[in-house]
């Protein structure tokens, strides 16, 4: 059936920030799991789920998100009806800064489009799922917004919103960064909603001159409306900080929950970039647990990493329990545990660099170590 | 339609009927090559890379996989508003119908194509050929020569020219004598089948050779000997990179694994040349924890939990722990059991290999009924595309298996119709 509902994406979000790997870029933009980047799991479940319209609000770090996107032609949505729209922020012409109480951009966004419905997800989550049992349970219910949840237990990130709910599967109590929840079922960054309903809270929050327009933002609304909340089955890793990327990174290594996210029947879509297929060059050292791109080269030892495209892992290198981003170069006999390094940077022969387990070094883009 | 000034023709109907097997179903350009890649994906690459914008890919035998490998040209940035991509399949008209008779007939049928286009210069590019080449150079060659047509040409071993079609050329290179598998080649320049004509030219010899019935309506045999006889102004132009005709199950797999053994020859990861390919969209390949893996190429979505050495793995392939793969090239989607050993294979696309099956040249106790001396030689074994290999089978080498042995042995060999991806069983 049609899916009568349109995508609004959150790319961004002041409250989770992730050092230097979210300085260039905005958390949808971090790239994940060796050709992706978060934003390719939401932006694709959308588009597995029937939605043909999709609107991406990007905060101030916009650049490598709109590079990311291009036309939306990864993703089907390169179109002349709908298709995908970027939603940047505007910018105050007196102070030159982005005008951080103007919803307007998205305003116009969801008043533009004929869906009943909007899907709006938050950035800081990976899961491969179809969201039409989420928009179904909500056109057949009587709630004002439907809202996914999660029973990972998981509290420990910032924004971490446990939720209590009462005997007819509606929100009754909303906390935030509360440990001690019973329940242990707790917000995954997608809602839906009615456009006019949306369109009524946007043009409340203009009004009132709130600054950040999020999930948590529409979700405190819970004691005005009713808010239905609908189980996700499928594995969640959640990002909200550099050691829970890390460790959602590590997962991903698990063939059980790898196969799972990247299920044939619900493809991951991401840019393309035509890179020559990966090398392991004769008498390289051991490569296994490695989940490794187009474009690498390893002549060295990897073991339970991540090699994102491009890499170069030089002889007698020894890297461990690492993600390696975009064309990261590693040198001869150059030691690496616990590592993240960012896009284009380099390690020089023989350097040493080891974090510890919950606590990896993070190398910025483009440096030379 | 707005003028081009080169146009590129490029002949993908070939049946390529040495590669057996693996051409039962598809055309030979669509065949799976350098892990990555299908045979077009050079010639396409190379038009985009050289800036020509529209290409007409003329197709024939089984174009189905063609047609939805090359889609749009989306992948190739050939999905234009003015040129691009045109899968052009012969066609009925009100005077005739005809299949493509000839390499030359098939231009020929296209004329008004070309003709929609009005070029200066159009080159007749052939589907099947591995290398990387700057077609503007050729062209440049072309006009800088005041030629009528051009040849490009390469050197060749001089035991082997007697193999190729040789240009004898006076001292400005201009051709004087074309001769076809010489008994005693006066020089080692071996046409490669990649032509550029100006079009003026070009389309008057077409329509004569069409007018003449006891032509081939071929372009190496007919066409451009007649040029030269006619006293038309043809020269050479002489390419010296890496250049690799994939006809042969031997010399497909030779060059596939000379991406193994000297990279540099076609040297895939030159991003100044980028050869573009279909993106699979699957997620990056994994080594699994007892996996060995040394001298192999890998890309999308393949798995790795047994051993491959000098071995090319293509996307969605699955390689089981205590699977042992060596010099062999494993096209997409093949599957290959725990416990099955496998060297000189070419596995074709989404075949599965059961458990404790045994493919090695000198295989003790092999069965030998799928030898096919013919087709394979060095040891090299095929299996085509969608066959089921059963658990614990032996065959030599030089074999070749296809879905005509899932009839007559149905014990050793199934055929699976339709695609489906098992699970990995851990």
């Known amino acids: ?369 | 339609m707005a003028k081009q000034d080169i146009i590129a023709m490029i002949l993908a109907g070939g049946q390529g009927s040495r590669l057996g097997v693996l051409t039962e179903l598809v055309a030979k350009p669509a065949v799976p090559f350098g892990s990555r890649y299908r045979i077009i994906d050079f010639p396409l690459s190379n038009c985009t890379n050289s800036g020509i914008e529209a290409v007409g890919v003329l197709t024939q035998y089984q174009p189905l996989e063609l047609n939805s490998y090359i889609g749009n040209g989306h992948s190739w940035d050939l999905d234009r508003n003015n040129g691009g991509t045109y899968i052009l399949p012969p066609y009925l008209s009100q005077v005739g119908n005809d299949w493509y008779k000839g390499t030359a007939n098939a231009i020929y049928q296209n004329i008004p194509f070309i003709d929609s286009y009005d070029p200066k210069y159009v080159l007749i590019l052939s589907g099947d050929h591995i290398y990387k080449m700057d077609y503007l150079k050729m062209v440049e060659s072309h006009i800088n020569n005041e030629a009528e047509a051009t040849i490009a040409v390469i050197e060749v071993p001089w035991e082997e020219a007697s193999r190729f079609g040789i240009m004898n050329t006076d001292e400005t290179g201009r051709v004087v004598e074309f001769e076809e598998k010489p008994a005693e080649p006066k020089n080692n320049l071996a046409s490669m089948g990649i032509y550029c004509f100006s079009w003026k030219v070009l389309r008057e010899s077409l329509i004569l050779d069409e007018a003449n019935p006891d032509s081939r309506n071929d372009f190496g045999a007919n066409v451009i000997p007649g040029m030269i006889e006619a006293g038309y102004d043809v020269f050479t132009y002489a390419f010296d990179g890496y250049w690799k005709d994939v006809g042969t199950i031997s010399s497909l797999w030779e060059s596939n694994m000379e991406i193994l053994n000297d990279p540099t020859l076609i040297n895939l990861r030159d991003i100044s040349w980028t050869i573009y390919s279909k993106n699979p969209q699957r997620p990056s390949h994994y080594f699994g924890h007892d996996s060995k893996v040394d001298n192999t190429a890998i890309t999308d979505g393949s798995e790795i939990f047994g051993e491959c050495h000098s071995t090319i793995v293509s996307y969605n392939v699955v390689v089981e722990k205590g699977a042992v793969v060596t010099d062999s090239i494993l096209m997409p989607g093949s599957y290959i059991e725990s416990g099955a050993v496998l060297t000189r294979c070419i596995v074709g696309m989404d075949t599965r290999i059961e458990g404790n099956v045994r493919a090695t040249p000198d295989e003790e106790d092999g069965l030998d009924m799928f030898v096919n001396e013919k087709l394979c030689k060095d040891g090299i074994t095929v299996f085509a595309p969608n066959l089921i290999i059963k658990e614990g089978t032996k065959i030599v080498g030089n074999s070749m298996i296809g879905a005509e042995h899932a009839r007559d042995y149905p014990q050793y060999i199934e055929e699976v119709p339709h695609y489906s991806r098992m699970e990995v069983s851990l």
């Open chain 1, 1 to 369: 059936m049609i899916t009568d509902a349109m995508g609004l994406i959150l790319a961004d979000n002041r409250r989770i920030q992730l050092g230097v790997l979210t300085e260039p870029r905005a958390i949808a933009a971090i790239p994940f799991a060796g050709r992706f980047r978060i934003i390719d799991f939401t932006l694709s479940n959308m588009v597995n789920s029937g939605i043909k319209r999709v609107g991406v609000v990007a905060l101030t770090k916009y650049k490598s998100l709109m590079d990311h996107m291009g036309t939306g032609a990864p993703w089907d949505l390169d179109r002349m009806r709908q298709g995908l729209y970027m939603i940047p922020p505007y910018i105050n012409p007196i102070t030159r800064e982005p005008d951080r109480t103007d919803a307007q951009g998205v305003i116009d966004y969801v008043k533009t489009g004929d869906q009943r419905y909007v899907v709006i997800s938050g950035s800081a989550f990976v899961t491969n799922t179809s969201y039409k049992p989420v928009i179904n349970a909500h056109i057949e219910s009587n709630a004002d917004l439907t809202v996914l949840y999660h029973k990972d237990g998981q509290f420990d990130g910032p924004l971490a919103m446990a939720i209590e709910l009462d005997d007819d599967g509606y929100v009754r109590d909303l906390m935030v960064d509360y440990p001690r929840s019973t329940s242990q079922k707790y917000v995954v960054g997608l809602i839906v909603i009615s456009r006019n309903l949306l369109l009524q809270l946007l043009t409340e929050m203009m009004a009132r001159g709130i600054a950040d327009f999020s999930i948590l933002g529409i979700l405190e609304n819970y004691k005005r409306f009713r808010v239905q909340a609908v189980e996700l089955e499928e594995p969640l890793l959640r990002i909200h900080s550099v050691a829970s990327y890390f460790d959602a990174s590590m997962q991903v290594l698990d063939t059980k929950i790898r196969h799972k996210l990247f299920s044939i029947d619900r493809p991951i879509y991401t840019k393309a970039k035509n890179r020559a297929p990966c090398i392991v060059a004769p008498g390289s050292g051991v490569v296994k647990n490695v989940l490794a791109s187009d474009g690498c080269a390893i002549m060295g030892h990897v073991e339970n990493s991540i090699l994102f495209r491009g890499c170069v892992i030089g002889r007698g290198a020894r890297v461990t329990n690492s993600v390696l981003f975009q064309d990261v170069q590693i040198s001869e006999g150059v030691v690496l545990d616990h590592v993240i390094i960012d896009k284009n940077s380099v390690v020089k022969m023989d350097g040493r660099l080891l974090g510890q387990p919950g606590f990896p070094i993070v190398i910025e883009k483009n440096a030379i170590v």
